[in-house]
Structures are given as C-alpha cells and as structure tokens.
C-alpha cells in the first residue's frame, strides 16, 4: 500500500521470491530491520517461517511441519530467536475436508510453541507443551540467560458460547467480545521447564508497547480494557503494578500504540495516541493523546476528526520521517 494514501500498490513478493502469504503480525527487529513472520495453510506445509533483510530480500524461508491445519494469530522473536505458535483453537479438521471452516477449541491438546534461531530450519525448532489457550497477541518476548520470555494476552474462553437472540451472527459476535489477560510464559532452551504466570485479573487485549524495544527486555505495556473498550491500562511488569485511565460513559478506544517522544531515553517517554469514538454524539470521533509517564491523568491533547472510528481495529504508529513517499 501506498503509505500516505492507502491506495494499493501491488502484491509484494520480495524480489518474487515468496510464494506464499504473509500473516497478521509481521515484526520488525528494531535492530537489524529485518522483517520476521510466518503463513499457514489447510495443506502442508501447514505453516512457513520467513525473514526479509532490511533492504527488503527474502533472506530465509522454512516450512515448519504441524501436526495439521493451525490458526495462529502472532508470534514473538527475541534477539536471537524467533516463537511460532501451534495452539488448540483451529478449523474443524472433518469439516474442513468439506470446505466448512469451523473454529473449535481442543481443551483436551496442549498449547505447543516452537522456539528456532532466527535463521534455524524446522529440525532446529524446540516445541515446549503448556496448558491449552489461545493467544491473539503477543506484547512482546526477550531472553533472560537461558530463558525465552514472553508475555502475551491469553484468551479467556477460546471458544465463547454464542448468545440466544443474537442470529446468525451470534457466533462471530461471540468470538468478537474478547476476553484476555496479561501473561507471562518463560521456556528454558537448556531443560526445556514451562512457566505461565497470570499478571493481571484485569480483563485487557491489544497490546502496544515502545517498539524500540522489540525482541529486547521491556517492563512497560499498553493495553485496552475489553471487552468493553471504556480505557487503556498502562502496565509496569517490572514492578507488577499498573495505572488506568477510562475515557468516560459512551467512549470506547481502539488499540492505542505508544509514540516515543522525540530525543526520549526512558522507555514510557512518549505518548499514547489513540482513536476515541462517543457514542453519545453521532458520527464523532477523537485522536486522544495521553502522556505516557502521567497516564492516569488523562489527555494531554484531544484532536476532533471528521469520521467515526469504530471500535476494536488496530492501529500503529510511525515517526514521518519512517513514511516513504512512492
Ligand atoms: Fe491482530
């Protein structure tokens, strides 16, 4: 896409070198540049990892083999290594043979993650078992000596029973009304021990944090309350604490991504931007703008834009100079 216009461009192949798709949640290593993701597929290879240099070359490709069809949402990398995600919640196998495509929970299998190099093959992945969930987003991952430490927002109910009265859309709506909370796994490459921690009771999804801080040790995260949308959680994971700030009856925010300030050195120096919508006033919506080191004390700046912004997409945000005209 055209990134001032959002006109399409074209279908990027990487030099025509990738065959295959791109996921949601494509990372960039603040680092290197690089660019890492993943695809998956209904025929093998169900899944393929894949790594694109700084200057925009497919420099690694692997097919990673599942067990079956999978529905991962994200992954995590970390300076050296890169997780890919085989977790319980996909198409009904049966049904997909006859093309019906039914998202089911499998409480009975584990949640499998799979920990390569960054430019390991498939014989170098490590899969590590934990207990069966689902995780749409990852906030973000690092090493601490032997250990691969993620901390993500583990779905609360997989599969969430649909509402009486909601027809036919009832069970899309059901999957819609997300519920997570903030979790910790650490997986030790040298003996292979699994730990999952809850951090937070707190009900938050869509997680931002400093993406200088990518793939390295981070203590500060972004998140919004769902499944209601009414605020942001700021959490410091190092402490264990967090701050909140609820935008007031009828306001719903949308994932809110952290702008470092210009010149910042600590890494909560910066904003958080985020697209307000109030349905107290039709077809109104706000750019809000919290300081992200006072975040509980509400916006430091309230821009009125001319279109709603529903709630629940995603947003990110990039520094103008990072924005290439064609
Ligand atoms: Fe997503």
């Known amino acids: 896409l055209d990134?001032?216009?959002?006109?399409?461009?074209?279908?990027?192949?990487?030099?025509?070198?990738?065959?295959?798709?791109?996921?949601?949640?494509?990372?960039?290593?603040?680092?290197?540049?690089?660019?890492l993701f993943f695809d998956y597929a209904t025929t093998p290879p169900y899944m393929t990892y894949s790594v694109v240099s700084a200057r925009g070359e497919l420099t690694h490709h692997e097919p990673i083999d599942l067990p079956g069809s999978r529905l991962p949402h994200d992954m995590a990398f970390t300076e050296h290594y890169s997780l890919l995600m085989d977790l319980?919640?996909?198409?009904?196998?049966?049904?997909l043979e006859r093309k019906?495509?039914?998202?089911?929970?499998?409480?009975?299998?584990?949640?499998?993650?799979?920990?390569?190099?960054?430019?390991?093959t498939n014989a170098d992945?490590?899969?590590f078992e934990a207990?069966?969930?689902?995780?749409?987003?990852?906030?973000?991952?690092?090493?601490?000596?032997?250990?691969?430490?993620?901390?993500?927002c583990r779905v609360i109910q997989a599969e969430p029973g649909a509402k009486r009265g909601e027809g036919e859309l009832a069970r899309m709506r059901a999957f819609l009304r997300l519920e997570a909370q903030l979790?910790?796994?650490?997986?030790?490459?040298?003996?292979?021990?699994?730990?999952?921690?809850?951090?937070?009771?707190?009900?938050?999804?869509w997680p931002t944090i400093n993406r200088h801080k990518m793939g390295r040790t981070s203590r500060y995260a972004y998140?919004?309350?769902?499944?209601?949308?009414?605020?942001?959680?700021?959490?410091?994971?190092?402490?264990?604490?967090?701050?909140?700030?609820?935008?007031?009856?009828?306001r719903t925010s949308n994932e809110a991504p952290f702008a470092p300030r210009a010149g910042a050195r600590d890494e909560d120096d910066g904003y958080v931007v985020t697209f307000v919508a109030d349905a107290n006033a039709a077809n109104s919506s706000e750019v809000v703008i919290l300081d992200a080191k006072n975040f509980a004390a509400g916006p430091v700046a309230r821009v009125r834009i001319p279109q709603r912004v529903p709630v629940g997409f995603h947003s990110t945000w990039i520094p103008g100079d990072q924005i290439r005209a064609r």
């Not at 399409?8 to 494509?26: C, I, M, P, Q, Y």
């Not at 949308?229 to 935008?247: A, I, N, Q």
């Open 131 to 152: 207990s069966p969930c689902y995780i749409y987003h990852v906030v973000n991952a690092w090493e601490e000596g032997d250990e691969f430490v993620m901390d993500a």
């Open 183 to 205: 979790c910790r796994w650490r997986f030790n490459l040298a003996t292979g021990a699994v730990t999952e921690d809850q951090l937070d009771d707190e009900k938050t999804e």
């Open 125 to 127: 992945v490590t899969w």
């Open 100 to 120: 019906v495509h039914k998202v089911t929970y499998y409480p009975e299998m584990p949640s499998r993650f799979g920990i390569l190099p960054r430019y390991g």
């Open 88 to 95: 319980p919640l996909f198409w009904d196998p049966q049904l």
């Open 223 to 250: 998140n919004s309350m769902v499944p209601h949308y009414e605020g942001l959680v700021k959490y410091d994971t190092l402490r264990g604490t967090s701050e909140k700030y609820l935008f007031g009856a009828g």
């Open 3 to 35: 990134p001032r216009t959002l006109e399409t461009l074209g279908v990027e192949r990487f030099g025509g070198k990738l065959e295959r798709a791109v996921s949601a949640h494509a990372k960039v290593d603040p680092v290197s540049g690089e660019l």
